[in-house]
């Protein structure tokens, strides 16, 4: 199980848990900030179930970012998503990054980009497109692609684990 964590603007909470409850997440915690009119929310979900679940709380929730936290043989991994929204002309489409980060705490290893099955090739091209800090998807090597249970899911991997940090940014920028 992976942990998530992301905090939204109550305006959204119900289509949020609506989210939640839809999709196999199971709620850890959910803490209301009253100053700052938000909740922050800590789910479970399978690593199995991680893309197409990201991709529907991109549709309930909009623009977030989600800190994921995965626990695997005595070590620990912090990733993180960015759900957005982008438009195209065909009309606008939920997009998820997830960065993976297992050889380092500052540049990814392996980037997922995950949206709706069919998008326009307009829809690829801006996503390809995007930089998100340091990380530029276009320098990054194309692995894979597949689509099932209705969402597309690309694979991407930086080249990162096989050189060091410093090594990577001297090639990249």
Known sequence: MLALEFEIPMERFNQVMDAIVWNDASIEWVYYN???GSAVFRLSVPRECLEWFLLRLAMAAGPLEVTITETEHQKTYIHEAFLIHLNTV???????????????????????????????????????????????????????RSVSNNTLIMRLKTGVAERTYTEHLLTVG
């Open 34 to 36: 009253e100053k700052r």
């Open 90 to 144: 065909s009309g606008g489409y939920p997009v998820v990054v997830l960065l993976e980060y297992y050889r380092g705490v500052f540049y990814p290893t392996d980037i997922t980009i995950v949206t709706l099955p069919n998008p326009p090739q307009e829809l690829i091209d801006s996503v390809m497109n995007l930089t998100i800090g340091r990380v530029r998807l276009s320098t990054a090597s194309h692995v894979g």
